[in-house]
């Protein structure tokens, strides 16, 4: 084995998912003759949070996901996340819209395709709450043309599957967005690494592991990382000015290996998924479009049920679920000692208090875990009366670790955002958790390149070049109805989505 190999990139990249894909693009678009060296642990890019099966595929936008807008104690419905994940998701648009129209992908019709969002509820409590959600979110411009109905007949046309068979004696709520999308962000990570191996110092390299990370003892200011072939044991050292760690669940153990004290108190916990897929094709077709429903008390957001419309290598797919367990791995494809080996002094005290603070979480979890296909299957047809347990087959979904961190109240907190780790100097940056994920990776590299490279951001070339990619860069969509029908119209024209209503586009 040999570890004389030194290499000396401007970046590092670990982890060949969405969100270094999404960064890579950013640097090369900015600063054309970095060098850029890609590390993933696997043979292939995308095969982990960002695979089709192993992710939602909703393009999350706030239009029908309850749990971004949670009812307060006094009754009225809190718009505030809805609200800053739609507008990250019209970022996120532009800029595929972007990369399509200068040639940088081809075909989005692959990765991104019209589907509308429904939530669906039923019981008086919920309709009220779904009334109040619909009309508390009319006052921003970006939900405007969201539909509601609480009438059978409506219903019925919006999401035929879901009301074949079902009873007519408890009050029933929909609302529809028609502009949603599905987006099979495998595909589109693999699209933009497609694009960055042809440029000039980019390099690519699968099935390699990075086995440790220290700051150099040069005082060149740089990272020494450690990094192994797998497939032949050679090692090898890479210096780098700077390194982002976009691993999916295998974040927090880089970020621990880093060393840097803003790391500190960080613990991972992993929940993993299941969904039930459509194996009957009469039955596929029946049903076109996204509806999401309330999540279990306890239950984390990923575990929000939903009958779902998908498009994964150019086949409509149908799934329901997720179903939510329990493993130790932090990766789909992991070791079970991730979690145990992730505990260190300074993080088993926030882990501790947040375990203490969740116990529901845990009862939900172990209520998962234990549920037999008889219950899966009931779960099922409180979306799907009719539903036949012939017609459905159980997929693995993906590994999400949730972040937990320090709380000065509860002593440990778990948050089922993202966040993003920067060391002080800049020259690290790291992400953890989970949704709504891959849907705001350009919000959230944006938020990377501003902490990593201020300087650069500030400048005018910069600024410029950034509204050229994302033409709402710097504004917020809801205070401008004309730019936001604009960069609707222009996604719609060149992703090739469907052309709606005039109320969405100028």
Same mark, same amino acid.
């Given at each position: 084995?040999?570890?004389?190999?030194?290499?000396?990139?401007?970046?590092?990249?670990?982890?060949?998912?969405?969100?270094?894909?999404?960064?890579?693009m950013?640097?090369k678009?900015?600063m054309?003759?970095?060098?850029?060296?890609?590390?993933?642990?696997?043979?292939?890019?995308?095969?982990?949070?960002?695979?089709?099966?192993?992710?939602?595929?909703?393009?999350?936008s706030?239009f029908?996901? #309850?749990?971004?807008?949670?009812?307060?104690?006094?009754?009225?419905?809190d718009t505030?996340?809805?609200?800053?994940?739609?507008?990250?998701f019209?970022?996120?648009?532009?800029?595929?819209t972007?990369?399509?129209?200068?040639?940088?992908?081809?075909?989005?019709?692959?990765?991104?395709?019209?589907?509308?969002?429904?939530?669906?509820?039923?019981?008086?409590?919920?309709?009220?709450?779904?009334?109040?959600?619909?009309?508390?979110?009319?006052?921003?411009?970006?939900?405007k043309?969201?539909e509601?109905?609480?009438?059978?007949?409506?219903?019925?046309?919006?999401?035929?599957?879901?009301?074949?068979?079902?009873?007519t004696?408890?009050?029933?709520?929909?609302?529809?967005?028609?502009?949603g999308?599905?987006?099979?962000?495998?595909?589109?990570?693999?699209?933009?690494?497609?694009?960055?191996?042809?440029?000039?110092?980019?390099?690519?390299?699968?099935?390699?592991?990075v086995?440790?990370?220290?700051?150099?003892?040069?005082?060149?200011?740089?990272?020494k990382?450690?990094?192994?072939?797998?497939?032949?044991?050679?090692?090898?050292?890479?210096?780098?000015?700077?390194?982002?760690?976009?691993?999916?669940?295998?974040?927090?153990?880089? #970020?621990?290996?880093?060393?840097?004290?803003?790391?500190?108190?960080?613990?991972?916990?992993?929940?993993?998924?299941?969904?039930?897929?459509?194996?009957?094709?009469?039955?596929?077709?029946?049903?076109?479009?996204?509806?999401?429903?309330?999540?279990?008390?306890?239950?984390p957001?990923?575990?929000v049920?939903?009958?779902?419309?998908?498009?994964?290598n150019g086949?409509?797919?149908?799934?329901?679920?997720?179903?939510?367990?329990?493993?130790?791995?932090?990766?789909?494809?992991?070791?079970?000692?991730?979690?145990?080996?992730?505990i260190?002094?300074?993080?088993?005290?926030?882990?501790?208090?947040?375990?203490?603070?969740?116990?529901?979480?845990?009862?939900?979890?172990i209520?998962?875990?234990t549920?037999?296909?008889?219950?899966?299957?009931?779960?099922?047809?409180?979306y799907?009366?009719?539903a036949?347990?012939?017609?459905?087959?159980?997929?693995?979904?993906?590994?999400?670790v949730q972040?937990?961190k320090?709380?000065?109240?509860?002593?440990?907190?778990?948050?089922?955002?993202?966040?993003v780790?920067?060391?002080?100097?800049?020259?690290?940056?790291?992400?953890?958790?989970?949704?709504?994920?891959?849907?705001?990776?350009?919000?959230?590299?944006?938020?990377?390149?501003?902490?990593?490279?201020?300087?650069?951001?500030?400048?005018?070339?910069?600024?410029?070049?950034?509204?050229?990619?994302?033409?709402?860069?710097?504004?917020?969509?809801?205070?401008?109805?004309?730019?936001?029908?604009?960069?609707?119209?222009?996604?719609?024209?060149?992703?090739?989505?469907?052309?709606?209503?005039?109320?969405?586009?100028?």
């Amino acid at each position: 084995m040999s570890q004389n190999i030194h290499t000396e990139p401007d970046v590092i990249l670990i982890g060949a998912g969405i969100m270094s894909a999404t960064l890579g693009m950013f640097l090369k678009e900015l600063m054309p003759e970095i060098k850029i060296d890609i590390y993933e642990r696997l043979d292939v890019a995308a095969a982990e949070s960002s695979d089709a099966w192993n992710n939602a595929g909703t393009g999350h936008s706030a239009f029908c996901e #309850l749990n971004y807008t949670p009812e307060l104690p006094d009754g009225t419905i809190d718009t505030a996340k809805a609200v800053k994940i739609a507008e990250f998701f019209e970022e996120s648009k532009q800029f595929w819209t972007y990369l399509v129209h200068q040639g940088r992908i081809t075909n989005p019709e692959d990765f991104v395709n019209s589907t509308p969002h429904m939530s669906f509820v039923w019981g008086k409590d919920n309709v009220e709450y779904l009334k109040k959600r619909y009309n508390a979110l009319q006052q921003y411009p970006i939900f405007k043309g969201m539909e509601y109905t609480e009438d059978p007949a409506v219903i019925t046309q919006w999401m035929p599957l879901v009301m074949e068979g079902r009873a007519t004696d408890e009050p029933i709520a929909a609302t529809r967005m028609a502009i949603g999308t599905d987006v099979n962000f495998g595909e589109l990570t693999r699209d933009m690494f497609a694009w960055l191996r042809t440029q000039p110092d980019v390099n690519l390299f699968f099935g390699h592991e990075v086995r440790s990370m220290r700051r150099s003892r040069s005082g060149s200011n740089k990272w020494k990382l450690k990094i192994k072939d797998l497939a032949t044991g050679n090692k090898k050292r890479v210096y780098a000015r700077f390194v982002f760690i976009g691993a999916g669940g295998g974040s927090l153990p880089l #970020l621990e290996k880093s060393g840097i004290p803003e790391g500190e108190g960080f613990g991972g916990f992993p929940v993993s998924g299941q969904w039930l897929k459509c194996i009957n094709e009469e039955v596929i077709q029946k049903h076109d479009a996204k509806v999401y429903g309330k999540a279990s008390v306890g239950a984390p957001p990923m575990s929000v049920p939903h009958i779902d419309t998908r498009m994964i290598n150019g086949k409509k797919e149908l799934l329901f679920g997720p179903y939510a367990g329990f493993s130790t791995k932090f990766l789909k494809q992991g070791s079970y000692l991730d979690l145990p080996l992730s505990i260190k002094v300074n993080n088993i005290g926030p882990m501790l208090a947040a375990g203490y603070h969740n116990l529901s979480l845990t009862k939900y979890l172990i209520e998962q875990v234990t549920q037999s296909r008889d219950d899966r299957m009931e779960a099922l047809r409180e979306y799907l009366p009719t539903a036949k347990a012939e017609d459905w087959e159980l997929e693995t979904a993906g590994q999400r670790v949730q972040v937990i961190k320090k709380d000065p109240e509860q002593g440990g907190k778990l948050e089922f955002g993202t966040e993003v780790i920067t060391s002080a100097d800049g020259t690290l940056a790291a992400l953890l958790g989970a949704s709504p994920g891959a849907s705001t990776a350009v919000s959230i590299m944006i938020d990377v390149l501003n902490k990593c490279f201020n300087d650069k951001m500030q400048s005018a070339a910069w600024q410029s070049r950034l509204r050229d990619m994302i033409p709402s860069y710097g504004q917020h969509l809801n205070d401008n109805p004309q730019l936001l029908k604009k960069v609707r119209y222009d996604a719609a024209e060149i992703l090739k989505l469907e052309k709606l209503d005039e109320v969405f586009y100028v």
